[in-house]
C-alpha cells in the first residue's frame, strides 16, 4: 500500500462513494417504485421495468446484494481514508478523517441519493437493474447464505418470508386509490368506479320497486282496460297476476302482446300463451350477484321474494344499471315520478320514495343504513307518525310534513337549505 500514489487512493474512495451512494439510490428507488406503473410497463416491454419487476419478487435477495454492496463500499471507504490520512497527517489526522469521511458517506452515501430516488424512483431504479441483475447472480452464493442466516432468525421469532402478494389490494384500498385519481380519471368516470365497488353493498331491497307501486296486469280485468294499459303503460315488461300479485302468472312483453292483437281477436289465451315465466329474487341478493344471474339467466326483470316466498317488490337489470351510471335521463328532478319542484325552489318528495333513489337523483345525502323509504327515514326519526305541519332535520336536511294518512307520511317538502347542505359535503369531501 506504500508503494500506490496519494492520488490514486484519493480516485479509488471517490469511486467507493460512488458506488456507496448507488447501492444507497438504487435500494431506494426500486423499493419506492409504484407497483402497478411497473407491472404495466413490464407487461408493455420495458426491459428496465422487467428485471425491476423480478428483483422485487424477491425482496430478501435485493436487499441482500444492496447491503452488501453497500457495506462493503463503505467499509473499504473508511479504511482507505484512514490510510490516507495517515499519509497526509499522521495519526493526528485519523480523527478528522474518520468524521470527515462519516460525514461524506452520510451525505453522499445515503441522504442524496435517497432523497433523489424517492422523488424519481424510476430514473434510478431502472438503470440500477442492469447493474443489480448480474450483480446478483455473480454473488448470489453469498447472498443466498446470508439470507439463510436472516430468515432463520426472523423465522425463529415467528415472521415468516412468504406473505400475500404486496400488489394485490383490498376493495377500501382500491376505492382510496379512485377517489385519489385525480385529474386522472374523470369525475363521472371515478364515480361508476366507485360505484361498481359498492355494488356488493347494496342489496335488490335497496333499489327495489315496493309491491304497493308494482304496476301490472289483472288479467281477470276487462280486456278495454287491460289494452288501455298495455298501449298506455311506460314499461315495456309487466308483471300478469290473477287477482293479486301474490298469484303471478308470468311477465307479458307489451309490444309483442300488441303485435298480436293487430291481425287477430285478444282473448284470454292468447295473453297466456305469450307470458313468460316469473324470475324470483330472494332478498338480501347482493346487486353484484343479481347483475350476473340476470346475465346468467338472460333476463331484464325479476320479483323480488322473501323467506317465506312472498312478494316484496320488483327489480330490474336498468335499476342496478342506473345505480353504476346513474339516471338515464338529463334532468333527473324533473323526470323522477316522486320528486315535484316547486315555484319557491322547494320539493315536493312522496314519503314512499326509495332512499337511494332521491340521493341519485338530487345528489342528497340522506342516510341509506336503515329504512329504504323516505317515509320510514322520518318514523323511525320521530318515532311516532307525524301530523301536517310538523317540520324537522333529518341528517341536516330541513324538512316539512305535508300530507299524511293513517299509517305512514304521504307527501315531505325539501326547502332549498338542503342543496346547500349537500353542496357544503361535496365540498368538505373534496378538500378532504
Do not use: C
Amino acid at each position: 500500500m506504500e508503494n500506490i500514489p496519494l492520488w490514486a487512493l484519493i480516485v479509488v474512495l471517490i469511486i467507493l462513494l460512488i458506488l456507496s451512494s448507488f447501492f444507497s439510490g438504487s435500494e431506494t428507488g426500486l423499493i419506492s417504485l409504484n407497483r402497478y406503473r411497473l407491472r404495466h410497463l413490464a407487461r408493455a416491454g420495458y426491459r428496465g421495468a422487467m428485471l425491476a419487476d423480478r428483483l422485487l419478487q424477491r425482496p430478501d435477495r435485493l436487499i441482500g446484494i444492496v447491503l452488501l454492496g453497500n457495506t462493503l463500499a463503505n467499509a473499504f471507504a473508511t479504511a482507505l481514508a484512514t490510510l490516507i490520512a495517515l499519509r497526509i497527517g499522521g495519526d493526528s489526522a485519523v480523527l478528522v478523517a474518520t468524521i470527515l469521511i462519516a460525514l461524506l458517506l452520510l451525505i453522499f452515501g445515503e441522504l442524496a441519493p435517497k432523497t433523489l430516488a424517492a422523488l424519481h424512483p424510476e430514473t434510478l431504479a431502472f438503470p440500477a437493474a442492469f447493474v443489480l441483475t448480474p450483480l446478483l447472480r455473480i454473488f448470489y452464493p453469498i447472498v443466498w447464505v446470508v439470507n439463510l442466516i436472516a430468515n432463520s432468525i426472523l423465522w425463529a421469532f415467528g415472521v415468516h418470508n412468504h406473505s400475500p402478494d404486496p400488489r394485490s389490494m383490498s376493495r377500501e384500498e382500491l376505492r382510496s386509490v379512485v377517489m385519489e385519481a385525480g385529474a386522472l380519471i374523470p369525475k363521472r368516470h371515478q364515480h361508476m368506479l366507485l360505484s361498481i365497488l359498492d355494488l356488493e353493498k347494496i342489496s335488490v331491497e335497496d333499489i327495489m320497486v315496493p309491491r304497493n307501486e308494482i304496476v301490472g296486469i289483472d288479467i281477470s280485468a276487462d280486456w278495454d282496460e287491460i289494452m288501455a294499459q298495455l298501449r298506455t303503460s311506460q314499461h315495456t315488461r309487466l308483471p300478469v297476476y290473477e287477482g293479486s300479485i301474490d298469484d303471478v302468472l308470468g311477465f307479458v312483453h307489451a309490444r309483442q302482446f300488441l303485435h298480436l292483437v293487430v291481425h287477430q281477436e285478444p282473448t284470454h289465451a292468447m295473453l297466456r300463451a305469450i307470458l313468460h315465466d316469473a324470475y324470483f329474487v330472494p332478498e338480501g341478493t347482493s346487486l353484484q350477484r343479481q347483475l350476473l344471474n340476470f346475465q346468467a339467466a338472460k333476463r331484464r326483470i325479476g320479483l323480488v321474494v322473501d323467506e317465506y316466498g312472498d312478494i316484496q317488490g320488483l327489480v330490474t337489470l336498468e335499476d342496478i344499471l342506473e345505480e353504476i351510471v346513474g339516471e338515464f335521463t338529463s334532468d333527473p328532478a324533473a323526470q323522477h315520478k316522486d320528486i315535484y319542484r316547486e315555484a319557491d325552489g322547494s320539493y315536493l318528495v312522496n314519503g314512499s320514495a326509495n332512499v337511494r333513489a332521491l340521493n341519485r337523483a338530487m345528489n342528497w345525502q340522506l342516510p341509506t343504513s336503515g329504512p329504504k323509504t323516505l317515509n320510514g327515514l322520518i318514523l323511525e326519526y320521530l318515532e311516532t307518525i307525524p301530523q301536517p305541519g310538523t317540520s324537522l332535520k333529518l341528517a341536516g336536511y330541513p324538512l316539512e310534513i305535508v300530507q299524511t294518512t293513517g299509517s305512514a307520511v304521504k307527501t315531505v317538502r325539501v326547502q332549498p337549505a338542503a342543496m346547500e347542505v349537500s353542496e357544503d359535503k361535496k365540498l368538505r369531501s373534496k378538500s378532504e
